[in-house]
């Protein structure tokens, strides 16, 4: 049924230019040959007089693609006092487009650098650092070495947030920074009273 499908293709629309009729050569070394058979223009690509709608569904995809690239914003910021000089520091990382910030790929085969999400001020000690799942119901899941930067190595997933928490001493100047070879690097500026 494909082959006849194909066959009618090239008969009622082509008019026969995608199939050359077999013919029989004399080939010096293999004698008697048959040529003929399915140019190779024919198949995945559009008949000619088509590339121009191939052309446009092209660009209308990779134009798409372009505006689905990560992009990343630091939203819901909360810096609350829990006693003596410490505070507890949150944020949601969000990517509001469909591609994330490290695809599967990337991540799975440590492709590029990583992404990072990282808190500074030169008068903050940043005592603990890690992610939550749920804001209001699930436990902090510190990192164990240098708490102010916590690394993603599966990036920001797309049209999602992750939640960072630290718990942090010091006052003054501060900022949360998102850093990534796929997005723009982003920072929230804020101060600790």
């Not at 088509?50 to 372009?66: G, P």
């Not at 899941?141 to 930067?149: D, G, L, Q, T």
Request: a neutral charge.
């Amino acid at each position: 049924e494909e082959a006849k499908d194909q066959m009618d293709f090239n008969d009622l629309l082509m008019f026969g230019q995608t199939f050359v009729p077999w013919k029989k050569f004399k080939h010096p070394v293999y004698g008697e040959v048959e040529l003929g058979g399915w140019v190779k223009m024919q198949g995945r690509l559009p008949p000619s007089f088509m590339l121009e709608d191939e052309c446009h569904r092209n660009f209308a995809f990779t134009m798409y693609h372009a505006q689905q690239m990560p992009q990343v914003e630091i939203r819901n910021l909360e810096v609350v006092p829990l006693g003596g000089d410490l505070r507890r520091v949150r944020v949601d990382v969000h990517n509001t487009h469909l591609i994330p910030t490290t695809t599967a790929q990337g991540a799975k085969r440590r492709y590029g650098p990583r992404d990072y999400v990282e808190i500074g001020g030169a008068g903050l000690k940043v005592t603990a650092g890690g992610t939550i799942d749920d804001r209001y119901t699930s436990p902090f899941s510190f990192v164990e070495h240098r708490p102010e930067r916590i690394w993603l190595d599966g990036g920001v997933p797309g049209e999602s947030f992750i939640t960072f928490q630290w718990l942090v001493s010091g006052a003054g100047d501060a900022s949360v920074k998102f850093v990534g070879s796929r997005a723009a690097k982003v920072e929230l500026k804020f101060a600790v009273k």
